[in-house]
């Protein structure tokens, strides 16, 4: 069963200060703390968290601490004998607590009613008042101290039926005797929380103190102090030597450049092939439309791979940034200046992605425009040659003529001249057309090719042009996914070294709680007097991983072993009853009646 402690601010502060004895309770959920503001009017103000932890409980204890004066109770005088005697805040808690419908009026408030708002969460099984009773405030007298008890204190207070109250007595001679006595009220306060309330009846004044094993005792201490000395040891060192949580160690340093693959980039065809225009053509006006269309088929796939250059370096990209992206996982923490080097690399990526995309924007499309003059000058060329028809007839006219002008020779009957000779100039008369004739299709073919070769050297300076258009774009492109890949590799080692630096943080944060409770740990066992004595060996160190486990971080914090089961004895029963700790023997549970033995 849930319990409650319910106490003001300086008591909480108190309680604190002994947290590590009530930390493994509170974290297997038998033990919770609620904050109580004294001066509220209803019980929601006075108690603003008890719906939170409560209302998931079928049943659960309220036990109300009073162990530091509070300031809203200097005001309101108590017994010296009985804290609970007179503080009215008490018995309006109490009220709330038992009939949270009621409507009363505080004595010290006549003209002010205080009316309770209904409460509809779950109310306690039962209501235990424990207190810090200082014993140098009451009255001495032969055999023991005097008590100004009242047996009627309930009634007259307005407490309501089946209120318990239980005091723990403490002396108030030093800081190290205070020391001592807090703990032991603290202790006190632990064993009555894990135990059913019935170990004192309703409406009676207990006094509440316990035994303990010292020489146990003493042991337990020593056995935690080595273990937390350990610990802190073992911390400092992962926090002092030269490892990831201070300085990074160089690491593999990131290949985050990609090259986008070049071989299945499209083609451009070569240029307009100029030996079948060399030849004589029958039709040179086919000829010359056959080239244009050639030329205009050509310009058109060069057209269609420039327009298709984005697309096709997309496709490629596609797969690079597919196949090669960075996860958390691939990243590595780098030395400070391989982390400068890797800054400068994608900084300097950046400065030349802009030129590059400045340098595409100023990217000039193919030249239609020079290259169809260039082809219309081929066409002319073409049209304008002589055809074969042309030829043959004028090669016949020569031949014909040279062989007519050697007629008169033969029918003069040349004196100077034979037959032979007249006959071989005739032969010769009649070739010289035919070489004429062969000298204007050489000359013509030179032409032709002179003007196709033009042509092309222009389409190839075009064509390098789109191929150039093409490499830049893809250089681009693989600028731009190297920069990025680039800059996810800086975030995620930024978010890995965030984390790194958090978990330092926490290290540090763990390593002040562990000087903490290891000072909480030596002052207790002085004030207590217990013979500590830790040895002076070399334990097994510890890693940082041990104070990331929580389960051993608990163990640490505990100074017993948790969910371990110990019992102690009730002097004035007989029974036994639960424990927190396997030092305590023995619990006494007296009565407070008219006067108290101090034996």
């Known amino acids: ?46 108690l603003p968290e ?58 010290t408030e006549k003209n002010d009613s205080d009316t309770s708002e209904p409460f509809d969460g779950v109310l306690p099984s039962s209501i235990v008042f424990v207190g810090a009773r200082d014993v140098t405030s009451l009255l001495p007298v032969a055999g023991g101290t005097s008590l100004l008890l009242k047996p009627d204190f309930v ?44 170990l004192f009846k309703t409406g009676q004044l207990y006094s509440v103190s316990m035994k303990t094993r010292t020489d146990h005792m003493a042991q337990v201490f020593t056995d935690r102090i080595e273990k937390v000395k350990n610990a802190e040891k ?18 593999k340093y990131p290949e985050f450049r990609v090259d986008i693959e070049r071989e299945r980039l499209p083609k451009i065809r070569d240029g307009v092939n100029a030996k079948p ?33 984005p697309a096709t370096v997309r496709h490629l990209t596609e ?18 200046e391989q982390e400068n080097r890797l800054r400068q690399e994608v900084q300097a990526l950046s400065r030349k992605i802009i030129h590059e995309s400045a340098e595409l924007e100023q990217a000039q499309s193919p030249d239609q425009e020079k290259l169809e003059t260039a082809a219309e000058d081929v066409e002319n060329r073409l049209v304008n040659r002589s055809s074969k028809k042309r030829l043959h007839m004028a090669l016949l006219t020569g031949m014909t003529l040279s062989t007519i002008s050697t007629v008169p020779g033969w029918l003069a009957g040349s004196t100077l001249l034979s037959y032979s000779e007249l006959a071989v100039m005739a ?116 890693l940082a991983d041990d104070f990331r486990d929580e389960e051993k971080r608990n163990e640490l914090f505990s100074l017993e072993t948790p969910d371990a089961v110990y019992t102690a004895i009730v002097e004035s029963a007989g029974r036994q009853i639960v424990s927190p700790y396997s030092w305590i023997e023995s619990i006494s549970v007296k009565p407070l009646g008219r006067r108290e033995n101090n034996a």
Not at 60 to 76: D, G, L, N, S, V
Not at 173 to 180: L, N, S, T
Not at 319 to 336: I, M, N, P, T
Not at 442 to 469: H, P, S, T
Request: charged fraction near 30%; proline fraction near 6%.
């Open 1 to 46: 069963m849930l319990t409650l402690l319910i106490f003001g601010s300086e008591t909480m502060k108190s309680f604190y200060e002994h947290l590590p004895l009530f930390r493994p309770f509170i974290d297997s959920g038998q033990i919770q703390t609620c904050l109580w503001n004294e001066s509220a009017r209803t019980l929601e103000e006075a």
């Open 50 to 107: 008890l719906h939170e932890l409560t209302d998931d409980k079928r049943t659960w204890k309220a036990m109300i601490i009073a162990k530091e004066e509070e300031p809203y109770f200097r005001k309101i005088p108590a017994s010296p004998d009985n804290p609970f005697d007179g503080p009215e805040p008490y018995v309006r808690l109490a009220r709330w607590l038992s009939l949270p419908m009621e409507s009363f009026t505080l004595q």
């Open 155 to 198: 009634r007259n207070n307005g407490y309501p039926h089946g209120c318990r109250f239980a005091v723990v007595d403490y002396s108030l001679k030093g800081p190290h005797r205070k020391r001592a006595d807090d703990f032991t009220f603290w202790m006190n306060v632990l064993l009555l929380a894990l135990n059913e309330p019935t």
């Open 234 to 251: 073992s911390l400092s060192r992962i926090l002092e030597s030269p490892s990831v949580y201070l300085t990074f160690k160089p690491g």
């Open 277 to 309: 225009y060399e030849s004589t053509p029958s039709n040179p006006y086919e000829e010359g439309e056959r080239f244009l269309q050639e030329t205009r088929h050509l310009q058109k796939e060069l057209n269609t791979f420039w327009d298709a250059v």
């Open 319 to 336: 797969a690079v940034q597919k196949r090669k992206g960075y996860e958390s996982s691939d990243v590595e923490l780098l030395s400070r």
């Open 427 to 542: 032969g010769i008369l009649a070739l010289l057309p035919y070489f004429a004739c062969v000298k204007t299709i050489q000359e013509e073919k030179k032409q032709v090719r002179r003007v196709i070769n033009n042509w092309n050297g222009l389409f190839d300076e075009e064509c390098r042009k789109a191929k150039n258009y093409l490499e830049k774009y893809i250089q681009y492109s693989s600028d731009m996914i190297s920069c990025r890949r680039g800059r996810s590799y800086l975030d995620f080692l930024e978010e890995k070294k965030k984390f790194q630096e958090e978990e330092q943080q926490q290290l540090e944060e763990e390593l002040r709680l562990i000087r903490i409770y290891l000072e909480k740990l030596r002052r207790w066992s002085d004030s207590l007097r217990l013979p500590v004595v830790v040895p002076n060996y070399t334990p097994a160190e510890l």
